[in-house]
């Protein structure tokens, strides 16, 4: 197995390189890993600008994230589910195909969280940024809702360098292997 090592504050982790189609990725999994999103969070809330009013993060991975950003920073967030839920009324949304999925999905936002959005300056909250659908597809889905993206905060950039993400550090891109 071929890993990539990372390290965020005191904390170090071996990453799986995995195949995503044409290339490989270190594949970060924040879900579960309580001690690395704490690490990534404490970093992260101390780099919010200061206009932020709002945290925003697609669902799923980054959801934890946002979380402990939130608790450490009292900025409230919202989250961006990947379906429409029967519950929501008047939810907005946006199909985005980001490089680890490799197809069209979703981003919704549930009516009752537009208001929380309408006219704040937000930051987005992910893990990775690669090669930034998701991110470009958030941002057209809070400009729709009436928020104002002033900021992105992600525990790694990938890829292509991307001086538009607050990030802790930047993961490469691998050559895809072939698969036995």
């Known amino acids: 197995m071929h890993t990539h090592r990372v390290r965020i504050g005191g904390v170090e982790r071996d990453l799986q390189v995995v195949n995503v189609g044409a290339v490989s990725v270190a594949l970060l999994n924040l879900l579960g890993d309580t001690e690395l999103t704490e690490a990534a969070a404490a970093e992260l809330a101390s780099r919010i600008p200061p206009e932020v009013e709002t945290l925003v993060t697609p669902e799923v991975k980054a959801v934890p994230l946002a979380h402990a950003i939130s608790v450490r920073s009292g900025i409230p967030y919202v989250v961006a589910r990947k379906t429409e839920k029967?519950?929501?009324?008047?939810?907005?949304?946006?199909?985005?195909?980001s490089?680890?999925?490799?197809?069209?999905?979703e981003l919704v936002i549930d009516g009752a969280d537009i208001?929380?959005?309408?006219a704040r300056r937000v930051a987005i909250v992910d893990d990775v940024v690669s090669t930034g659908g998701t991110l470009q597809g958030l941002r057209d889905l809070l400009t729709e809702v009436g928020a104002y993206v002033v900021a992105t905060l992600a525990v790694f950039t990938e890829g292509a360098d991307r001086p538009d993400v607050i990030a802790l550090g930047h993961l490469p891109l691998f050559p895809a292997t072939s698969r036995a």
């Open 115 to 118: 208001e929380r959005l309408r």
């Open 86 to 97: 029967p519950y929501m009324v008047g939810a907005v949304k946006k199909t985005v195909v």
């Open 99 to 105: 490089i680890t999925t490799g197809r069209p999905q």
